[in-house]
């Protein structure tokens, strides 16, 4: 059974810095890309930021480019998100995900992900 759990939210002023971790089990992430969604209350749920588990490229919604760094430590089976200079429109429900076999051109596509986390909390305030 996959898991995917998310720490790390909280309450943070605005030109602040959180990082958000992903803790992964239930099988072999070989071939998945894994990856950062985040939805404000009464929008879309939307891109930030993926990368490939083995290796291969990350990649980064436009609002998250240069300001967000994602990464992982496979020995951990651990995903994060850095984000620093963070802005009010920055504040979300931030979710960790994970999709088989993504090809670039879907890597940014919500539907195309197999498994979610439960989120995690992100209020940007001062």
């Known amino acids: 059974q996959v898991q995917l759990v998310e720490s790390g939210g909280g309450l943070v002023q605005p030109g602040g810095s959180l990082r958000l971790s992903c803790e992964a089990s239930?099988?072999?992430?070989?071939?998945?890309?894994l990856g950062w969604f985040r939805q404000a209350p009464g929008k879309e749920r939307e891109f930030v930021a993926a990368t490939r588990w083995s290796g291969g490229g990350t990649f980064y919604a436009d609002s998250a480019k240069n300001r967000f760094t994602i990464s992982r430590d496979r020995a951990k089976s651990t995903l994060y998100l850095q984000m620093n200079s963070l802005k009010p429109e920055d504040s979300a429900v931030y979710y960790c995900?994970?999709?088989?076999?993504?090809?670039?051109?879907?890597?940014?596509?919500?539907?195309?992900?197999?498994?979610w986390g439960q989120g995690t909390q992100v209020t940007v305030s001062s």
């Open positions: 239930g099988r072999n992430f070989a071939n998945y890309a």
């Open positions: 995900t994970a999709g088989s076999g993504l090809i670039a051109g879907r890597i940014a596509l919500k539907d195309a992900y197999d498994y």
